[in-house]
């Protein structure tokens, strides 16, 4: 067994950019999740230009396992995952999700349990639903596909997870040293073992997603080139 059973230590690591509304029912619904687990909840306020970085420091006056780190200067998502990965190092496992509920936080028990079975060092949710247009699910699919070719990810690998000890040092070390892009990536290039389980992604609730097209296509780009590099 791993250290991801119900008696370890889970820290959840979250990056924030517009998402004032939905931080509140994220923090509860977590909650609800998490029952009897002994839970962390970072919140990465990526230079967010709402009031995210308030209701944060909200939630965090009111339950002591919420902790907030406030960038000053946008660093994109994959950075500041990295930045809250490297924040929470009294972890025994750790779950990247995104703020926007459109990954259910009721799934992050399903990522804990697959990991805790041992034989795999990092558990993605294998996207499924309808929860984007149809190009924008099929250039995401193509854009996963080509990143499993490149580093055995899962095909449905995207940035819910959760990882090991392991893959957390490595992603750090990835992102913050080497410059990778992708903490998705990153994992594929840790040579760890990695699986995925199929989760239902949700409608985005409220607001739009900040990724454009454009700067999805550049963020693809930029991913795919650093994983291909790193093969060499």
């Given at each position: 067994?791993?250290?991801?059973?119900?008696g370890?230590?889970?820290?959840v690591v979250?990056?924030?950019y517009?998402n004032?509304?939905t931080l509140?029912?994220?923090?509860?619904?977590l909650?609800a999740a998490l029952?009897g687990?002994?839970?962390r909840?970072?919140l990465?306020?990526?230079?967010?230009p709402?009031?995210s970085?308030?209701?944060a420091r909200?939630l965090?006056?009111?339950?002591?396992?919420i902790?907030?780190?406030?960038?000053t200067v946008?660093?994109?998502?994959?950075?500041?995952?990295?930045?809250?990965?490297?924040e929470?190092?009294?972890?025994?496992?750790?779950?990247?999700?995104?703020?926007?509920?459109?990954?259910?936080p009721e799934?992050?028990?399903?990522?804990?349990d697959?990991?805790?079975?041992?034989?795999?060092?990092?558990v993605?949710?294998?996207?499924?639903g309808r929860?984007?247009s149809?190009?924008?699910?099929?250039?995401?699919?193509l854009?996963r596909r080509?990143?499993?070719?490149?580093?055995?990810?899962?095909?449905?690998?995207?940035?819910?997870?959760?990882?090991g000890?392991a893959v957390r040092?490595?992603?750090?070390?990835?992102v913050?040293?080497r410059?990778a892009?992708?903490?998705?990536?990153?994992?594929g290039?840790?040579?760890?073992?990695?699986?995925?389980?199929?989760?239902?992604?949700d409608?985005?609730?409220?607001?739009r997603?900040?990724?454009?097209?454009?700067?999805?296509?550049?963020q693809?780009?930029?991913?795919?080139?650093?994983?291909?590099?790193?093969r060499?």
């Amino acid at each position: 067994m791993s250290d991801a059973g119900t008696g370890s230590r889970v820290a959840v690591v979250v990056p924030v950019y517009g998402n004032e509304a939905t931080l509140p029912e994220l923090a509860d619904r977590l909650a609800a999740a998490l029952p009897g687990r002994d839970w962390r909840l970072r919140l990465v306020i990526d230079a967010s230009p709402d009031d995210s970085a308030r209701v944060a420091r909200e939630l965090a006056a009111r339950d002591g396992r919420i902790a907030v780190t406030g960038l000053t200067v946008n660093v994109g998502q994959h950075a500041a995952l990295a930045r809250g990965l490297a924040e929470e190092p009294d972890a025994d496992v750790w779950v990247c999700l995104d703020a926007d509920l459109q990954d259910p936080p009721e799934a992050v028990p399903l990522l804990l349990d697959r990991l805790a079975a041992g034989d795999v060092a990092a558990v993605f949710a294998g996207r499924r639903g309808r929860y984007e247009s149809p190009l924008r699910r099929a250039t995401g699919t193509l854009h996963r596909r080509v990143a499993a070719a490149l580093t055995g990810l899962p095909p449905d690998a995207g940035a819910f997870l959760a990882m090991g000890p392991a893959v957390r040092a490595a992603v750090v070390a990835a992102v913050e040293q080497r410059g990778a892009p992708s903490v998705v990536l990153a994992v594929g290039r840790s040579g760890r073992t990695t699986t995925s389980v199929p989760v239902v992604r949700d409608q985005r609730p409220v607001g739009r997603s900040a990724w454009t097209p454009g700067a999805r296509l550049r963020q693809s780009a930029r991913s795919l080139s650093w994983a291909l590099r790193a093969r060499r």
